[in-house]
């Protein structure tokens, strides 16, 4: 694809065009952590990219060694943290789109990286990619809609396991829970990836199970939803939870610990990796 225009909304965030695709970087190394002007220029983009007559479509890749790693550790505790837009803020920008957003996943996509993923229409993956929700890991549950959109995706089930667990699945087993639409080999925004890329522009935006489960015509896929209520992306669950949690001083320390990578021993139990 030939590059037509540039843009970079914020310092961690590029923006460009190719051949009416929006094509958004996320270029916050080491892991394209999630903090605020990832949060600020991704929020832009899309919004630019969705008022743009040319744009047919957009696709989300990070730079470096994966797509995104979640949460940006750096600005814990401070103003940045929590300042607007809000992760579940950019997600539902993503979700209510009206041109289709195609999440191109390399290396990983954890915790918020895997949330923001969900949000999208698509996912296409790397086979070796890693996905999951390791948030357990540090006390905390996932706070940016994976406990509602996962087990829209995969059942509540698969979902409570991944979400329980804290381990991450391959690209090729993603795919065949569901998580993602098709798996790639080499560069995201290769050859190979290009063809699942011009299928998903030409279905346009999908809808999630919430948007349009009456167009599911499954029995078994019917039940499962109905134990599942609606969600819109606007009230998180879980993100209370991960509040309170983030409070606690035990989930501080063992926050510090995940991010010097030394052993932590949680009270009543034993060190997590």
């Not at 195609?102 to 790397?126: D, M, V």
């Not at 357990?136 to 994976?146: D, K, T």
């Not at 995969?154 to 569901?178: D, F, H, K, N």
């Amino acid at each position: 694809m030939s590059t037509s225009q540039q843009h970079q909304p914020s310092p961690t965030v590029r923006y460009e065009v190719r051949d009416g695709v929006a094509v958004i970087r996320l270029a916050n190394p080491p892991v394209n952590g999630l903090g605020d002007t990832v949060r600020a220029g991704l929020d832009s983009a899309v919004a630019r990219a969705a008022a743009d007559d040319h744009i047919r479509a957009v696709i989300i890749v990070g730079e470096g060694k994966g797509f995104c790693g979640g949460a940006d550790l750096r600005q814990f505790g401070t103003p940045a943290a929590t300042a607007d837009p809000t992760l579940p803020d950019v997600l539902t920008t993503i979700t209510h789109s009206p041109k289709p957003v195609i999440a191109a996943i390399h290396g990983y996509a954890l915790g918020g990286g895997l949330e923001l993923a969900l949000a999208c229409h698509y996912r296409i993956t790397h086979r070796d990619a890693k996905l999951g929700l390791p948030e357990v890991n540090v006390g905390l549950i996932p706070g940016g809609g994976g406990t509602q959109r996962l087990p829209r995706l995969i059942g509540a089930a698969a979902a409570l396991r991944m979400i329980q667990q804290g381990t991450p699945v391959s690209g090729t087993r993603a795919a065949e829970l569901g998580i993602a639409d098709d798996c790639f080999d080499g560069d995201p925004l290769g050859e190979r990836s290009a063809t699942s890329r011009t299928y998903t522009v030409e279905r346009g935006p999908r809808h999630h199970y919430s948007h349009n489960s009456s167009t599911l015509v499954e029995p078994a896929s019917s039940l499962r939803l109905q134990r599942v209520p609606s969600f819109d992306g606007r009230a998180e669950p879980g993100s209370s939870a991960t509040a309170r949690s983030a409070a606690a001083r035990s989930w501080r320390t063992a926050c510090s610990a995940a991010s010097d990578r030394w052993p932590y021993n949680w009270p009543g139990g034993a060190a997590r990796p």
